[in-house]
């Protein structure tokens, strides 16, 4: 039989390994974590010029980055205006004018991000929203969405506000009241992104009394161009979790919705799991109830962030005797089955760290696989204006999945947490706010909250709903 | 001849020390090199195919995976826990140099699930391992000058942050 050459080697001089075809040693790259890639780049010449092609970059951006960030990153790019660069003229079909391998640097060593503050309202505008907390706020086809919450002397709002973020968003972001049914009147309700649809659940209205309605809404183009939005009330069937607020809610995947915990009938604190499963057609869907153990303790107040790869992390919160919160649990599939993980991690060699358990915080899944933790209160009942993150690739992987970037790097803990610095506007320490963050994973909004008031910081008394918008930004030079 | 099903026929492969396997046209088929080898004969293979770049410690080991892949397919549904406890006692049975020689041999015979897996183990071997180790392991010759490869570590310090080596 003929030596037929299947994968095309070629007769370098070196040992007989390293000759194999490059693609097949660009699937291996792709296998490795990227300290191992530059390990290998170490070795030799030739293996530091494979590892250096800016397409196996690109790739390992959409590996750990993901595809829609890629994706972000490259329209922000070629949509500003500049002159094209020399420097790839050789690549054709790229568009780019950065290093991949460059941009992969940036975002791995991030550990700062810049505030900015949108220009204040004209006293007496009245497009805008009014103060408010605990509230919903979310970003879906490239619009802020805004609903409800709660305002002085503890009455609820129930109106709806659009705002479409274009590429121009930082000089004209305009607020648009929706006119249109919407969900009752109500605060501490959850409000979670899927796809193109908002999927709205419970709160507590001005009366004391706690919801556990389910509601969709969608934005809506109209024929002048102008953004509008819908809600309708989800048919569920029967079975509903117990009414409440205050609770915690995310997406799994695409088809189904996750809650935990909050305060229902009778001010009791709750510590049920329940899924929310659509239909294929998004017309109706079912609730049941998880029961595993351990589960974490019942708690309010708490944040349910999506991480991706059908897993969901807990953070936080005020348990049953009122105390605050810092404990850390994944909720993850094992043999088919929903799964709560305790994720534990050590305090000792963390600064700061006594701040650390929170309630009243926003938790959002940012650029480079890290949730980004702002503000809330703490233990010392103070209100924060720092920013937390943790790190989801320094959480080891329960499933059989095998994953990259985490499956056999042995992470010291204190890696799990850092504090990072903020640049630019100093915000207001708030609880209660909320932030959502765009496809790009680089912009984060944030909305409303309790901040302290002027006369006694400490004291209840002292605090006064927020209207402010202001904007987190992850700086990234796309520029080389 | 005529009457006999695919499935039926025997193949039989020659390794570099003349030793002869009989092996099952269905797993053959997993062999793209050896399968594209038969697509191209006028006639039907009835002599032993010789391979020259395959020794009979690799086709052994070759065949075996191949041979236990197809029984858990074939099986019930819990195969999957059998096969990966398999995949496991598979990849830990050989040495480095072991290791290499199937790649290679797999490599040429072209079987893509067996490779596939051998990538995965390659890169949980070279994982969190410093640049010597893998250079023993691929037998890489250093062609770095002192001053050019501490230069390199410096350069890529950033991304070895937090990560502990053996």
């Not at chain 1, 075809?21 to 494979?50: E, G, N, V, Y």
């Not at chain 1, 959480?395 to 803990?413: A, E, L, N, Y």
């Not at chain 2, 002192?146 to 053996?166: H, I, M, S, T, Y």
């Amino acid at each position: 039989m003929e030596e037929a050459s299947a994968s095309g080697n070629h007769s370098y001089s070196g040992s007989p390994i390293t000759n194999i075809a490059q693609d097949h040693l660009l699937t291996i790259l792709l296998l490795l974590p990227i300290d191992a890639i530059f390990s290998l780049s170490m070795t030799c010449k030739r293996l530091r010029a494979i590892t250096s092609s800016d397409t196996l970059w690109k790739y390992l951006c959409k590996r750990d980055l993901g595809s829609s960030c890629v994706d972000a990153l490259i329209n922000s790019n070629s949509s500003s205006s500049s002159s094209s660069s020399i420097h790839n003229n050789n690549h054709h079909n790229n568009h780019h004018q950065f290093s991949w391998m460059r941009l992969y640097k940036q975002v791995y060593k991030m550990d700062s991000v810049t505030c900015h503050r949108f220009s204040e309202p004209q006293h007496g505008q009245l497009d805008f929203p009014s103060a408010r907390a605990s509230h919903s706020l979310n970003f879906v086809s490239n619009c802020l969405v805004l609903f409800g919450g709660g305002c002085e002397g503890g009455r609820h709002l129930d109106d709806t506000w659009v705002a479409y973020i274009g590429n121009d968003f930082r000089s004209m972001l305009r607020w648009q009241a929706v006119n249109s049914t919407s969900p009752s009147g109500r605060f501490g309700h959850t409000c979670v992104e899927m796809g193109d649809f908002l999927v709205l659940f419970g709160g507590i209205n001005d009366r004391g009394n706690r919801q556990n309605d389910t509601w969709v809404g969608q934005v809506t183009y109209n024929e002048n161009h102008s953004v509008a939005f819908s809600w309708k009330m989800l048919d569920v069937g029967a079975v509903a979790p117990p009414p409440r607020g205050a609770h915690a809610a995310c997406s799994i995947d695409d088809k189904r919705m996750l809650i935990h915990g909050g305060i229902g009938l009778h001010g009791l604190r709750l510590g049920d799991t329940w899924v929310l499963e659509f239909s294929d057609s998004r017309c109706f869907g079912t609730w049941h109830q998880i029961v595993a153990q351990p589960s974490p303790a019942p708690r309010s107040g708490h944040t349910l962030t999506c991480i991706g790869q059908s897993r969901t992390i807990l953070f936080g919160g005020r348990g049953l005797g009122y105390e605050v919160l810092g404990d850390v649990w994944m909720l993850d599939t094992c043999q088919g089955y929903l799964k709560w993980v305790p994720i534990l991690y050590d305090l000792q060699g963390i600064p700061h760290s006594v701040s650390l358990p929170r309630v009243g915080h926003t938790a959002t899944m940012v650029l480079g696989g890290r949730l980004l933790i702002y503000g809330g209160e703490d233990s010392y009942r103070h209100r924060k204006n720092d920013f937390w993150v943790l790190d989801v690739s320094a959480i080891p992987c329960t499933s059989m999945q095998h994953s990259t970037m985490s499956s056999s790097k042995r992470v010291k803990d204190k890696n799990m947490w850092k504090r990072w610095r903020s640049s630019g506007y100093e915000p207001l320490c708030r609880s209660f706010h909320r932030a959502c963050v765009d496809h790009s994973g680089r912009f984060l909004y944030v909305f409303g909250g309790m901040v302290d008031g002027f006369l006694q910081p400490a004291e209840p008394s002292g605090l006064r709903f927020d209207r402010e918008l202001f904007l987190v930004e992850l700086v990234l030079q796309l520029r080389d | 001849m005529s009457g006999i099903s695919d499935t039926e026929r025997m193949i039989t492969l020659k390794t570099v020390e003349g030793t002869l396997f009989d092996v099952k046209s269905s797993i053959a088929k997993d062999l793209k090199t050896v399968q594209a080898f038969i697509d191209d004969s006028d006639d039907d293979v009835t002599s032993p195919i010789p391979l020259p770049n395959v020794f009979t410690r690799e086709l052994s080991r070759i065949l075996d995976y191949l041979n236990n892949h197809h029984r858990f397919r074939s099986g019930i549904e819990k195969a999957d826990e059998e096969m990966a406890r398999y995949d496991a006692e598979f990849a830990k049975s050989m040495s480095h140099e072991e290791l290499k020689a199937l790649i290679l041999a797999a490599n040429y015979l072209n079987v893509k699930d067996l490779l596939e897996f051998l990538n995965q183990t390659v890169a949980d071997v070279i994982q969190n391992k410093s640049v010597e180790f893998v250079r023993n392991f691929f037998g890489i010759e250093n062609d770095y000058t002192p001053e050019e490869e501490e230069k390199l570590r410096n350069e890529n310090e950033w991304a070895f942050n937090g990560v502990e080596q053996d």
